[in-house]
């Protein structure tokens, strides 16, 4: 599990509660799964605590018929304008679109 090391973030964007809503699923049976031993991590994700591993993080996109970056796009999109930002500041050139 990675934490926020931003402290200005106290929830992190995400779908997770509604992709695991569109597929029909339980936590229960997203961790099973997943091969989690409870539900608790798949909560504290949804509830935007934590961010998963990667592989958990892949987990969760397949599980969802997703990708990992739909699954935070909110998240995704935050982080690339700040990036941008820090490389304009730095005069750097982007290499993405800006959305």
Not at 86 to 99: D, M, N, T
């Amino acid at each position: 599990m990675q934490r926020m090391k931003d402290q200005k973030h106290t929830f992190i964007p995400n779908s997770l509660r509604r992709c695991r809503k569109v597929r029909g699923l339980s936590q229960k049976r997203v961790a099973q799964l997943m091969e989690l031993k409870s539900t608790s991590m798949i909560s504290r994700w949804e509830a935007g605590r934590c961010i998963p591993k990667t592989e958990n993080l892949f987990d969760l996109a397949a599980v969802y018929r997703s990708t990992s970056e739909a699954l935070y796009w909110d998240y995704v999109q935050e982080r690339r304008h700040k990036i941008a930002s820090r490389e304009e500041l730095s005069g750097a050139h982007v290499l993405y679109e800006k959305s």
